[in-house]
């Protein structure tokens, strides 16, 4: 059973659309994390979260400790915004969990 | 500029075979993660470390061995290859909390097949 579960796993967009990308998990964490992975492989950590809501550029993310949820969003996508966003939890201790990722693909 | 590095990129060993990957970073960060990336389970945690002679398990850290004597390094030891360690190795770094919650900086990874 995973821990994390991210939806949707496969997202196709138009140029300009706002996107939502959702992240659930089971029960109280210390720090959730969004990560995009580039086509070639590269990660790169977008936001940390554990509580409330942060803005990088065309990027939100936002978390909601009661529902045991987080999105990320992205105004007014661009096709180099297509990339794999990863969801990542800490339950305490020692037990990471990491989503298996939703595919986002922007079409000019 | 602060780096953070993995070698090599591409491994191929034999089962067996003992296996040190390496990672070095130059952001003086306390903090460092290794992961292993597999289709269909996504990122996994396998070690982890808060500082000089710090070391910690993550999930999947069987197999597995880590040392830090230094701030810049954090190679991961695979102590006899099997070819359930064929994947993707990712090594971060973070800030000086010494936590989980700060912002992680990868590394460009390095593809390992066990034969």
């Known amino acids: 059973k995973n821990e994390v579960e991210q939806s949707p796993q496969n997202l196709t967009a138009q140029e300009g659309e706002f996107i939502t990308i959702n992240c659930s998990y089971s029960?109280?964490?210390?720090?959730l994390h969004w990560l995009q992975q580039h086509p070639g492989g590269g990660i790169v950590s977008l936001f940390m979260?554990?509580?409330g809501k942060k803005k990088h550029g065309r990027l939100i993310a936002t978390i909601n400790i009661q529902e045991k949820h987080s999105s990320l969003h992205i105004t007014a996508s661009h096709p180099r915004d297509s990339a794999v966003y990863i969801c990542?939890?800490?339950?305490?201790?020692?037990?990471?969990?990491f989503g298996t990722g939703t595919s986002l693909t922007v079409i000019p | 500029d602060a780096e953070i590095t993995q070698s090599p990129r591409h491994k191929i060993t034999e089962t067996g075979r003992q296996v040190t990957l390496a990672c070095h970073q130059t952001?003086?960060?306390?903090?460092m993660f290794w992961y292993r990336q597999d289709l269909g389970h996504g990122l996994r945690l396998i070690h982890y470390?808060?500082?000089?002679?710090?070391?910690n398990k993550g999930e999947v850290s069987d197999g597995y061995s880590v040392s830090r004597s230094n701030t810049e390094d954090l190679p991961l030891t695979l102590e006899s290859a099997a070819s359930s360690q064929t994947s993707v190795y990712f090594c971060?770094?973070?800030?000086?909390?010494?936590?989980?919650?700060?912002?992680?900086?990868f590394g460009p990874g390095t593809r390992l097949t066990v034969l």
């Open positions: 971060a770094s973070s800030g000086v909390s010494g936590s989980w919650s700060d912002t992680q900086y």
């Open positions: 029960v109280g964490i210390s720090a």
């Open positions: 979260l554990s509580s």
């Open positions: 990542a939890v800490r339950y305490g201790g020692n037990q990471f969990y």
């Open positions: 952001w003086n960060h306390n903090n």
């Open positions: 470390s808060y500082g000089v002679h710090d070391t």
